[in-house]
């Protein structure tokens, strides 16, 4: 079984930094992507950042040059540091990784239990 494990959300003043981490764990043959979603109440599920096998990384304009995703392979880790966050970033953050799985033979996408981000002053 494998488990995507999102910490670090909390509340934060407008203009303030945080930074999430997401572990995955279990049967895991390799990681193809790993990055983050997030969803505002009455929203849809946006992507926020996506780091690629290979060293690709896209964002979401909303939060390029405030967001910086980081990946590491072996650990089975990434992390979302978050600085200058504005209201609009309130959300639950959800991890999000591509895995595939020992003996499967097809990927699957997988998301964490979700974190919660609240920007409010």
């Known amino acids: 079984q494998v488990q995507l494990v999102e910490s670090g959300g909390g509340l934060v003043q407008p203009g303030g930094s945080l930074r999430l981490s997401c572990v995955a764990s279990?049967?895991?043959?390799?990681?193809?992507?790993m990055g983050w979603y997030r969803q505002a109440p009455g929203k849809e599920r946006e992507l926020v950042a996506m780091a690629f096998n290979g060293g690709n990384i896209n964002y979401a304009a909303s939060v390029r040059d405030r967001f910086t995703i980081s990946r590491d392979i072996a650990r089975k880790t990434a992390h979302l540091q978050m600085s200058s966050l504005k209201p609009e970033d309130t959300a639950v953050y959800y991890c999000?990784?591509?895995?595939?799985?020992?003996?499967?033979?097809?990927?699957?996408?997988?998301y964490g239990q979700g974190t919660q981000v609240t920007v409010s002053s």
């Open positions: 999000n990784a591509v895995i595939f799985e020992r003996g499967r033979g097809l990927p699957r996408s997988m």
């Open positions: 279990g049967n895991i043959f390799s990681i193809q992507q």
